[in-house]
Nanobody
């Protein structure tokens, strides 16, 4: 019912920039929030940034001041602009969306959906 398409990952040199994009699609979905998480090798998945439909943002400390999350409610997309990238930013980045889905029984409870992940590698 919900599909997330991620793009923008790749290899970048330290100090460089990347813009990650995620588009959510599906039938009769209502999005509460979208965001990005990441998981580095050998570590737990962690929040990078989220944004609600109303525009409230939440950033992890390690990206504050060098990353910006934004969304287009009409297009159901979320972007994460990352600047001044560091080698420790290397991880698989996952798009996350919290939605309700209209079913034959009515609107569902809020549900989490995850993209397949896009690799970000920061290396010289």
């Amino acid at each position: 019912q919900v599909q997330l398409v991620e793009s923008g990952g790749g290899l970048v040199q330290p100090g460089g920039s990347l813009r990650l994009s995620c588009a959510a699609s599906g039938s009769m979905i209502s999005i509460f929030a979208m965001g990005w998480y990441r998981q580095a090798l050998g570590k737990q998945r962690e929040l990078v940034a989220t944004i609600t439909k109303g525009g409230s943002t939440n950033y992890a400390d390690f990206v504050k001041g060098r990353s910006t999350i934004s969304r287009d409610n009409a297009k159901n997309t979320v972007d994460l602009q990352m600047n001044s990238l560091k080698p420790e930013d290397t991880a698989v980045y996952y798009c996350n969306v919290v939605v309700t889905v209209t079913t034959v029984w009515g609107p569902s409870a809020p549900r989490d959906y995850w993209g397949q992940g896009t690799q970000v590698t920061v290396s010289s």
